[in-house]
């Protein structure tokens, strides 16, 4: 029994018994392939009409009419060529050469007896296209259970596997099954591209739709079913039919979406729970993410950006939508996501980015920055769902330690890291209490602040006096002052390196 979904060969046709008692005359060896139309052809141009996978009845059994078709058929990749012989009237067979060239072809050349071509040529025409009735009615069949549900992960999944009889399963762009099984030896780059494909496993084949794109034309979501055989007609059923089943999808995922921007649970909730999974990130939290909009997948860099001073009021919706703008004009599209200090934002590529590329980042973050009392930290570039959570820790961490510097990579930290580390020593925190308190509540605060900048801005006292917004005479007063209340020289590289850790310690713990 041939099964709906196949596609119909020359064999099969003659054993089906649809073309009555037609005999193979010729061209054995090409029997074995599929037939897509039947075509009549009463004359020449009705021959060189025909095109590839079509089988031509011939009404006309002139000698040279036939071998046209022959030839055709060789040329074209005609499938076969069909004489009719009526039962009544003249009919002039073949001639044994013809047969013979029909051999050397192995274009499969048959004889049907029938008083009109038309008849023959329907009833092949409707057994050939009995694959497109059968999957026209699993269509149907599909898209109305589809509109008689809500068309979430779980019920497309089984709406398509009863009905096909695959195994589905909406997987994100980094591989994570939102609901379903992921098919063995699934190749990973086939979820790298942007439109549908159909490719062949161990076990059958698999189709993978997109569901839900961005507006870079990067996939984050989509729908792959695995079906057992190798038969390309019921590969390319099964591939409408899921493109159906993703456009419903789409809808779900868009309306989800609002939901999700709806919920109590923010943006910057969903990060935190993100950032807070470490390198075990279950499917749930992927799938709110994907929903929430946000590529998982590829090579993430992180940059992380706060108010250079205290100031609550600079983290509002406004804001957020005005440093989206701006990060857009400069032709950077990631994720931003407002918090409780500060903004994170990621960019994320397909492949690991070159190592010159922070350069070029921090110049256009400190473009988008401007004359804003903003500063920005920039993470290293990594892969993958935990690389979000990482990246972004070196971006806050580069973040606190710009100085005077309005951008700062975590990889340009250098010493200023290595100082920052050693601050967060208990024993040191109060060893720097005792040696700074003469300069406590001093000036309120005035004193002690200054030299902490100043020794920040590598004892240069303009660019102090630029940070404290007073004359830089201000600054060298305060200074010495503070060498005389403390009792050292900062022009001692030791003491001065004391006095700093002493200032970063503190200020640390302050924080």
Not at 120 to 129: F, I, N
Not at 431 to 460: C, F, K, M, N, W
Request: charged share 20%; glycine share 8%; net charge negative.
């Amino acid at each position: 029994m041939i099964d709906d979904a196949d596609s119909l060969t020359v064999r099969d046709l003659l054993e089906i018994g649809v073309l009555g008692d037609a005999t193979l005359l010729a061209g054995e060896r090409g029997i074995g392939t599929e037939v897509a139309d039947v075509r009549l052809a009463a004359d020449i141009t009705a021959v060189e009409a025909c095109s590839a996978g079509d089988l031509v009845i011939l009404t006309g059994h002139q000698p040279y009419l036939v071998e046209v078709a022959l030839r055709r058929a060789y040329s074209a990749d005609v499938r076969a060529v069909v004489l009719v012989r009526p039962s009544t009237g003249a009919y002039q067979a073949p001639s044994t050469a013809t047969i013979s060239f029909a051999n050397r072809l192995g274009v499969p050349l048959l004889q049907a007896g029938a008083d009109d071509p038309l008849l023959v040529a329907d009833a092949l025409r409707t057994a050939v296209r009995r694959p497109e009735v059968a999957a026209a009615r699993l269509l149907n069949a599909v898209t109305a259970r589809l509109g008689r549900s809500r068309p979430d992960p779980r019920s497309v999944i089984t709406i398509l596997s009863g009905e096909l009889h695959v195994t589905c399963a909406v997987i994100s762009a980094d591989g994570t099954a939102i609901e379903g099984v992921s098919p063995p030896g699934l190749p990973p780059d086939l979820l790298a591209g942007s439109v549908a494909a159909t490719v062949e496993l161990a076990e059958g084949f698999a189709v993978a739709v997109p569901v839900e794109t961005d507006r870079t034309g990067h996939v984050h979501l989509w729908l792959v079913s695995h079906a057992s055989g190798s038969n390309k007609r019921w590969a390319e059923t099964v591939l409408q039919i899921s493109q159906v089943a993703s456009w419903a999808l789409g809808s779900w995922v868009a309306a989800e979406r609002l939901e999700t921007e709806r919920r109590a649970r923010s943006r910057g909730s969903l990060l935190s729970e993100l950032l807070a999974c470490g390198d075990d990130v279950p499917p749930q939290l992927v799938q709110q993410a994907v929903l929430a909009g946000w590529r998982l997948d590829g090579w993430h860099t992180g940059v992380y950006a706060v108010p250079s001073s205290p100031t609550p009021s600079l983290l509002d919706t406004a804001n957020t939508e005005r440093l989206r703008v701006e990060l857009s004009r400069r032709g950077l599209h990631g994720q931003l996501v407002e918090g409780a200090e500060g903004w994170s934002f990621w960019l994320t590529n397909d492949s690991e980015p070159p190592q010159s590329q922070h350069r070029e980042l921090t110049t256009k973050i400190a473009q988008v920055l401007g004359g804003c009392p903003l500063v920005a930290g920039i993470g290293r570039p990594h892969p993958g769902v935990s690389g979000v959570g990482r990246t972004l820790a070196e971006a806050r961490e580069a973040a606190s330690m710009t100085g005077s510097a309005k951008v700062v990579h975590v990889d340009e930290l250098g010493v200023r890291r290595l100082l920052s580390m050693a601050a967060e020593t208990p024993a040191l925190v109060d060893q720097a209490a005792r040696l700074l308190e003469p300069l406590t509540g001093v000036e309120d605060g005035q004193l002690l602040r200054t030299l902490a900048i100043y020794l920040d801005e590598e004892s240069v006292t303009s660019s102090a006096a630029v940070r404290l917004k007073v004359h830089r005479n201000t600054v060298t007063q305060r200074i010495n002052r503070a060498e005389q209340l403390l009792g050292v020289s900062l022009l001692n590289p030791d003491e001065r390196l004391a006095v700093h850790l002493a200032c970063r310690a503190v200020r640390a713990s302050d924080e």
